[in-house]
C-alpha cells in the first residue's frame, strides 16, 4: 500500500518497491507511545505491527508486557499505592473532624497489592484490544531491528520471525539503573518495589529524584521507617529549590528520615536483613534496600549500531524535531530518546509521528510548558520553568509572586503543614513563565494552570479572574504582592 508522507510541506513520492512491504509501520515497544502511534497510524490506513515482550509486573531483558512501564510497573500502580498510603494521614486528620478512630489501625499490604495487581492486568488486556480493534496486528515476542526496513521478532518459543516495513518506529522506553556498588544485587528497584510480597518494617532509599520521593512517601504513609540518602543538599534536582525545599520539611514531618550530601557505599546480607554502610561509615539495618538512582534508555538488545542508527552517550536514540532518527525509515518516541521523560510526552510525541508520517500533517512535538508532578504527600507539581531558570535565561528583571498558607482542611485537623504556591513572571512583559504548587491537589490545579501557560497568560489577566471560594486554587488569582525582584543572572534568594 503505498503511502505519502509529509515532511516541512514536501510529500514523497511513493515508489513501485512499496508495495512489496509486509507493513507500511512495524513498532518496536507497546507502551504509551507505541500504542498511540499504532493506533493513530492505522487510522490514518497503515498497516501497522507491533511486538512487546510477554507481560509480568517486574521487568527484565525478556519480560515487558503491553502498556508499558506507566501502566504495568510505572505511573498507574505507583499512584495506586500513593493513595493508599494517603488513608494514614486521612484517619488521623479525621479524629478533629468528629470520627471516633480506634487507636490501632491495621493495614493489609497484600489485599492492596492484590488489588493493584488486579488493575494493571485489566489495563493490560485494554491496551491490547485497543490495538487490535483498530486492526494493529500484535506480535508477543522480543524485537530488534537488522536492517533500515526489516525487523526480526523472536518469538517465546524461539522462533524467529522477519517482516519489512515502509517505516520502522522504535518505542521501547527505559529500564531502572544500579549503581555499581559492592552488595548491589541486593537491592531492589521500583520494579519490584511496587510488588513486594511483605511490607518492610525498614526502607532504605538511595536517590534524590521523583521516585525515590515518592517511594519513600509511600513506604512511610504505610508505617514503614524509612530513611532516604540523596547527593545533594536537596531532593528533586533540576526542580525550583524553593519547593524543593517545601517537599524535604513535609518529609521530615511526616517522619522520613533524610540524608543529605549522602550516599551508599556497600551492602551486606546479614541472616534476616541488610547491612546498609554510607560513604560517612553510618551503619543501618534495613529489610528492603531501593535503587531509585535514574533509567536509562532500552537500547542494548535493539542491534541499532549494526544497522548504523545514531544512539547519544546515554544509549538514547538520537532523533531530529520530528522524532526521525539519522536513517530515514527509522524512528523513535518516548522515553527511548531521552528527551523529556513522561508518558503523557510519549503519547505527544506518538500522536505526532502518526500525523506526519501517515495524516500529512507535518507535527513536530512542542516540548515547551510541559506539566509534571511528583506524587509524594503532599505532591508537588510544576509547570513553566524553576526561579534559577527564570534568572538564568530571563532578559530583564524576574517577579516572584509566593502564597503560603495553612490549607482550610489543616485549620480543623491540626496537621502543620503549609501549602505554598509560586508565580513567576516576566517584568517586563508581564507574562508567566512558571507556576509551582506543593499541597493537596496540586497537581489537578496545575494541570488547569498550565493551559493559561499555554496559551501565553499573563499576570493581569490571572489577577482579573474570579477565583474559587473556599479553594486552594484561588490563591493563584489573587497573588497581588510581588514576593520579590530578581535581575537577570542574580543569584535566586528565598524566604525559607
Not at 526480526?152 to 521501547?172: P, R, W
Request: glycine share 10%.
Amino acid at each position: 500500500m503505498a503511502r505519502k508522507m509529509l515532511i516541512d510541506g514536501e510529500v514523497s513520492q511513493p515508489n513501485e518497491e512499496e508495495a512489496h512491504y509486509d507493513f507500511d509501520l512495524f513498532v518496536i515497544g507497546a507502551g504509551s507511545g507505541g500504542v498511540r502511534a499504532s493506533r493513530f497510524s492505522a487510522s490514518y490506513g497503515a498497516k501497522v505491527g507491533i511486538c512487546e515482550l510477554p507481560f509480568h509486573p517486574i521487568s527484565s531483558e525478556v519480560i515487558g508486557g503491553v502498556g508499558g512501564t506507566c501502566v504495568i510497573r510505572g505511573c498507574v500502580p505507583k499512584k495506586i499505592l500513593v493513595y493508599g498510603a494517603s488513608f494514614r494521614g486521612e484517619i488521623e486528620d479525621a479524629r478533629n473532624y468528629g470520627w471516633e478512630v480506634s487507636e490501632k489501625i491495621d493495614f493489609n499490604w497484600k489485599k492492596l497489592l492484590h488489588k493493584k495487581t488486579e488493575e494493571i492486568v485489566r489495563l493490560n488486556g485494554i491496551y491490547k484490544r485497543l490495538l487490535n480493534n483498530s486492526g494493529v496486528k500484535l506480535y508477543e515476542g522480543e524485537g530488534k531491528i537488522v536492517g533500515p526496513n526489516e525487523v526480526e521478532v523472536t518469538q517465546l518459543d524461539g522462533t524467529k520471525l522477519s517482516y519489512t516495513a515502509k517505516h520502522i518506529l522504535i518505542s521501547t522506553g527505559g529500564r531502572a539503573t544500579r549503581p555499581a556498588i559492592p552488595g548491589q544485587e541486593l537491592a531492589i528497584t521500583s520494579d519490584e518495589a511496587l510488588s513486594l510480597e511483605e511490607l518492610p518494617k525498614r526502607a532504605v532509599i538511595l536517590g534524590g529524584g521523583y521516585i525515590a520521593v515518592e517511594f519513600a512517601s509511600i513506604w512511610n504513609g504505610m508505617g514503614v521507617t524509612v530513611d532516604l540518602f540523596f547527593r545533594k543538599e536537596l531532593p528533586l534536582r533540576g526542580f525550583d529549590d524553593e519547593m524543593r525545599a517545601v517537599v524535604a520539611r513535609n518529609l521530615e514531618s511526616r517522619g522520613i528520615n533524610l540524608h543529605p550530601r549522602a550516599t551508599l557505599s556497600e551492602l551486606i546480607k546479614t541472616e534476616d536483613d541488610i547491612k546498609v554502610i554510607t560513604d560517612h561509615g553510618e551503619e543501618l539495618i534495613a529489610d528492603v534496600v531501593l535503587f531509585a538512582t535514574g533509567r536509562a534508555p532500552n537500547t542494548k538488545r535493539l542491534n541499532l549500531e549494526a544497522v548504523g542508527v545514531e544512539l547519544d552517550k546515554t544509549g538514547a536514540v538520537k532523533v531530529d524535531e520530528y522524532s526521525r532518527t539519522n536513517i530515514p525509515s527509522i524512528w523513535a518516541v518516548g522515553d527511548v530518546t531521552n528527551r523529556i521523560n513522561l508518558t503523557p510526552v510519549a503519547l505527544m510525541e506518538g500522536t505526532c509521528f502518526a500525523k506526519t508520517v501517515f495524516g500529512g500533517q507535518p507535527c513536530k512535538p512542542d516540548h515547551k510548558d510541559v506539566a509534571c508532578a511528583v506524587f509524594s504527600i503532599p505532591p508537588l507539581s510544576v509547570v513553566g520553568i524553576s526561579e534559577e531558570q527564570a534568572i538564568e535565561e530571563a532578559n530583564g528583571d524576574v517577579l516572584v509572586f509566593t502564597s503560603t498558607f495553612n490549607p482550610m482542611k489543616n485549620t480543623v485537623s491540626g496537621r502543620q503543614e503549609k501549602t505554598i504556591m509560586k508565580l513567576l513572571v516576566d517584568a517586563e512583559t508581564d507574562k508567566v513563565l512558571g507556576a509551582s504548587m506543593c499541597g493537596p491537589d496540586a497537581p489537578e490545579i496545575i494541570q488547569g494552570i498550565a493551559v493559561a501557560l499555554k496559551c501565553g497568560a499573563t499576570k493581569a489577566q490571572f489577577d482579573s479572574t474570579v477565583g474559587i471560594h473556599p479553594s486552594a486554587a484561588e490563591e493563584f488569582v489573587t497573588m497581588r504582592s510581588v514576593t520579590r525582584r530578581v535581575a537577570a543572572g542574580s543569584k535566586p534568594k528565598t524566604n525559607l
